[in-house]
T-cell receptor, first 112, second 114 residues
Framework: EDQVTQSPEALRLQEGESSSLNCSYTVSGLRGLFWYRQDPGKGPEFLFTLYSAGEEKEKERLKATLTKKESFLHITAPKPEDSATYLCAVQAVETNAGKSTFGDGTTLTVKP | DTEVTQTPKHLVMGMTNKKSLKCEQHMGHRAMYWYKQKAKKPPELMFVYSYEKLSINESVPSRFSPECPNSSLLNLHLHALQPEDSALYLC?????????????FGPGTRLTVL
């Protein structure tokens, strides 16, 4: 069974204090790993898709990396507007196409 | 443009009502999804349509009835819902039904069942 575990569950940072969110996964074969940002009461906003170990993608203050067992979302010099829940999801080779397994998310709070 | 739109934004209904949620995308995507999300939980897949045909039904109760009239539209018909069905209902689309395609989500419909 595919599993995704995100840590920490909650993270509080001061503005400008860089940190990383972790997404550990167990799948039979990875088709893709996805990072989303979700604000309260809104739909998840797509951030990154990673397909193979060693891949990295960046967008503004965010950088996502991927190994064979985990992915990290690095946040550099965060601002209060980066406060949100960050979701990680995987799609596996052996599951029905389009079916994603989500982690429970990391809720990030950035204080000014 | 990666926009998925959903209407209405909010819906309050009684347990005997019939209502519908609507979702639209104009990205040429051929796979569309319905998810249910409870507070502080990740989205939970309900249905997947691939090329306008239902390809995945995650054992959802029959009081939820999906419909895909064409490649751009997805509806979710609701009938005789229970209070525990109150949640955020999310629509998503992806380029194809192939594994590994990025899913883009709409803003959601907040449903309250009284």
């Amino acid at each position: 069974e595919d599993q995704v575990t995100q840590s920490p569950e909650a993270l509080r940072l001061q503005e400008g204090e860089s940190s990383s969110l972790n997404c550990s996964y167990t799948v039979s074969g990875l088709r893709g790993l996805f990072w989303y940002r979700q604000d309260p009461g809104k739909g998840p906003e797509f951030l990154f898709t990673l397909y193979s170990a060693g891949e990295e993608k960046e967008k503004e203050r965010l950088k996502a990396t991927l190994t064979k067992k985990e992915s990290f979302l690095h946040i550099t010099a965060p601002k209060p507007e980066d406060s949100a829940t960050y979701l990680c999801a995987v799609q596996a080779v052996e599951t029905n196409a389009g079916k994603s397994t989500f982690g429970d998310g990391t809720t990030l709070t950035v204080k000014p | 443009d990666t926009e998925v739109t959903q209407t209405p934004k909010h819906l309050v209904m009684g347990m005997t009502n019939k209502k519908s949620l609507k979702c639209e995308q104009h990205m040429g995507h051929r796979a569309m999804y319905w998810y249910k999300q409870k507070a502080k939980k990740p989205p939970e897949l309900m249905f997947v349509y691939s090329y306008e045909k239902l390809s995945i039904n995650e054992s959802v109760p029959s009081r939820f009835s999906p419909e895909c009239p064409n490649s751009s539209l997805l509806n979710l018909h609701l009938h005789a819902l229970q209070p525990e069905d109150s949640a955020l209902y999310l629509c998503a689309s992806s380029q194809g039904p192939q594994g590994g395609d990025t899913q883009y989500f709409g803003p959601g419909t907040r449903l309250t069942v009284l």
